[in-house]
């Protein structure tokens, strides 16, 4: 995944509930064309990747998460390889 520089202030993707229970929802705040290939991974405190979804169509995508155990995670967003968001999240019960 490549980086690019975004300004924090106005992220291109939100991720919610956070804290997260049941479902992680990620938005994309910003149209994708339908060739776009997105993805968005779940690394815990170890930096081992816990979760990893794609999808190629659509700007939303809702996330089981009432496998993964409660705790700190970083999501990592990215659209065809480029890396365009990261954020902690929390997953509670």
Known sequence: I???????????VKL???PAQEVLNIE???RHSTSSNLMVELYDLWGK???RQE???GNSKSIPVTHLPRGVYQAIVSSDAVLIHTEKVIIIR
């Open 49 to 51: 990747s816990v979760l």
């Open 16 to 18: 919610y509930p956070n």
């Open 55 to 57: 999808w190629g169509a």
């Open 2 to 12: 490549s980086p690019i520089s975004l300004p924090a202030s106005n992220p291109p």
């Open 28 to 30: 994309f705040l910003e």
